[in-house]
C-alpha cells in the first residue's frame, strides 16, 4: 500500500540548516510528484515546494531562496533541505503525494508529518 | 502568487447543509482541490478537480466552481464533520492553499 514517512530531527537551532527525508513505498518516484507542506502550530497549511516524476523542482517564491529539493530513486527517498532557519519555520512538516502526469488530482496520499521545533 | 481566501469560520446544527467558499485571486481553471484536516490529524482529499469525490468520501460532499470562484457544500452536515477545511490550487505555479475555514458544529 501507498505510505509516506518523514523523518528527521525535532530540534534545530536558529540560523542552522534543517534536513528532511521522505521515504515512500508502494509507488515509484518516476511515476508521482512528492511535495513538502508545512503546519505552524495553530495555523494552515503552506505549501513549501515539489519534486516532480521527472526530476524539476518548484518552491514557494517566499522560501525559494532557502529551499532545495532532492531524491534518490533508487532509494525511494525524497529530501528537504532549508537553511538559516528562524523560530518562525516551527511547525509540522508533511511529505505528501501528487499525481501530475495527466494533470494534477491533488494530494491523495500523506505522511504523518514530523514537528521541527527551532529554539536554542 | 494565486491567493485563495476562505471565510475563517463557520457554525452549523447537525442536518443542515453548508456551503464554503474559496476564491482565487486569478484564474486556476478547475484546478481546485479540497481537504480536511481534524485537530491532531495530517489533511485527506476530499474533492479533487473543483467537483471530483476522491474515493471513499461519503457522498455527502461535493464541489463546485471554475475559473476564480469555487465552493464545497456537506449535506447533510454530521457530527464527524468538524474540521478545518482548505482549498489549494495546482493551475499556478507556486501552488497555494487557502486559509482554511474551521467548521463548528451547534
Known amino acids: 500500500q501507498v505510505q509516506l514517512k518523514e523523518s528527521g530531527p525535532g530540534l534545530v537551532q536558529p540560523s542552522q540548516t534543517l534536513s528532511l527525508t521522505c521515504t515512500v513505498s508502494g509507488f515509484s518516484l518516476m511515476d508521482y510528484s512528492v511535495h513538502w507542506v508545512r503546519q505552524p502550530p495553530g495555523k494552515g497549511l503552506e505549501w513549501m515546494g515539489r519534486m516532480k516524476y521527472d526530476g524539476d523542482t518548484y518552491y514557494n517564491s517566499a522560501l525559494k531562496s532557502r529551499l532545495s529539493i532532492s531524491r534518490d530513486t533508487s532509494k525511494s527517498q525524497v529530501f528537504l533541505k532549508m537553511n538559516s532557519l528562524q523560530t518562525e519555520d516551527t511547525a509540522i512538516y508533511y511529505c505528501?503525494?501528487?499525481?501530475?502526469?495527466?494533470?494534477?488530482?491533488?494530494?491523495?496520499?500523506w505522511g504523518q508529518g514530523v514537528m521541527v521545533t527551532v529554539s536554542s | 502568487d494565486t491567493v485563495l481566501t476562505q471565510s475563517p469560520a463557520l457554525a452549523v446544527s447537525p442536518g443542515e447543509r453548508v456551503t464554503i467558499s474559496c476564491r482565487a485571486s486569478e484564474s486556476v481553471s478547475t484546478l481546485m482541490h479540497w481537504y480536511q484536516q481534524k485537530p491532531g490529524q495530517q489533511p485527506t482529499l476530499l474533492i479533487y478537480l473543483a467537483s471530483n469525490l476522491e474515493s471513499g468520501v461519503p457522498a455527502r460532499f461535493s464541489g463546485s466552481g471554475s475559473g476564480t470562484d469555487f465552493t464545497l457544500t456537506i449535506d447533510p452536515v454530521e457530527a464527524d464533520d468538524t474540521a478545518t477545511y482548505y482549498c489549494q490550487q495546482s493551475w499556478n505555479d507556486p501552488w497555494t492553499f487557502g486559509g482554511g475555514t474551521k467548521l463548528e458544529l451547534k
Open positions: 505528501t503525494r501528487g499525481t501530475e502526469i495527466v494533470m494534477p488530482t491533488g494530494f491523495d496520499y
